[in-house]
């Protein structure tokens, strides 16, 4: 392997959920893989409700090398997305990488995404091209659910479930984590600025546990998808996507009025037994009702950004004020 030349120090964020036959030899590879980049690191377990003693061996660990483990204990199990947006929070390093626990991805790639992020790439993707999973239930799925992601959103990955990433901290910054929508931070990343890169990482069989997903997490993945398309398209201008619709809906309605009214004076058909007429009323109410949660959203995009002085855009560079 060759040596890292990367001058960053790196945070490895480890999620873990009942994964503690495998914590011991995965926490050996990422030790193995730092020292022998060059780099300073930390690593941080975050114990997403395990009920296998995960948490007893996590302390172990940091009574061991107490400055460079570190860890955090949910409640509770929060999902990936809350374990892996705990991790990012305590992070203290230039540039994050998280890791999945389960020793499928391996850590001796994690020199070549730093060496990735020296080029001058804010966030670099891992990509398992040599995938080591059930074809049916994961695989094909997986190769879907990434098409399908890439051409909605513009960022063409071939692999947004790989939990292998780098990540630019002052990229990082700017990601909010919600529901199960880690695997598009990539997305968001780009939405951003972020120059984002792919690079082909190693994949080994799973040695312990079970998987925690199925191919029931697809409807999942379509639902996060939605909510990432109007996130990007329209989450500063809410009443361009719901006024566009609700206008749609209401010349639909003009129109069906129309032809109720063409019936009624030229064939002298009842109004009250035209289907028409409630077509009419149908679309009408439902573009009033469009147009109305357009400038409700509105309202709530400016009380969000307004109350917490957020921007609405990312500045990559500045020139320094006299």
Not at 5 to 27: C, G, H
Request: aromatic residues 10%; charged residues 25%; negative net charge.
């Amino acid at each position: 392997m060759t040596e890292s030349k990367t001058a960053y120090a790196v945070s490895v964020v480890v999620p873990i959920f009942n994964e503690v036959e495998s914590l011991p030899r995965l926490y050996q590879e990422v030790r193995e893989a730092m020292e022998a980049a060059g780099v300073a690191y930390e690593i941080i377990f975050v114990d997403d409700g395990s009920t296998d003693g995960s948490a007893e061996l996590l302390r172990e660990l940091h009574q061991e090398a107490p400055q460079t483990v570190r860890y955090i204990v949910f409640r509770r199990n929060f999902g990936q997305t809350a374990a892996m947006a705990a991790g990012f929070d305590c992070a203290q390093h230039e540039v994050i990488v998280p890791i999945d626990a389960d020793l499928q991805n391996d850590p001796h790639d994690i020199p070549r995404l730093l060496e990735k992020i020296d080029e001058g790439y804010d966030v670099v993707s891992g990509w398992r091209a040599d995938r080591k999973d059930k074809l049916l239930s994961r695989r094909l799925p997986s190769m879907m659910a990434n098409r399908l992601i890439s051409a909605i959103t513009g960022v063409h990955l071939h692999d947004y479930g790989c939990t292998l990433k780098a990540y630019h901290r002052e990229v990082a910054e700017h990601m909010n984590f919600y529901g199960e929508l880690h695997r598009f931070l990539p997305v968001l990343a780009s939405w951003a600025g972020a120059r984002v890169a792919e690079i082909e990482v190693n994949h080994r069989p799973r040695e312990f546990g079970q998987s925690k997903y199925g191919i029931g997490r697809t409807l999942r993945v379509v639902l996060d998808l939605i909510t990432i398309k109007f996130l990007l398209s329209y989450s500063t201008k809410p009443m361009q996507v719901f006024g566009k619709w609700g206008m749609a809906a209401m010349a639909t309605g003009f129109g069906a009025a129309l032809i109720t009214l063409a019936q009624k004076l030229w064939k002298g058909q009842d109004v009250t037994d035209n289907a028409w007429l409630f077509i009419a009323m149908f679309f009408s109410l439902g573009g009033l009702q469009l147009i109305g949660m357009g400038l409700l959203g509105e309202i709530n995009v400016r009380t969000y950004y307004e109350s917490q002085q957020k921007s609405i855009y990312t500045i990559r560079e500045q020139s320094e004020s006299e």
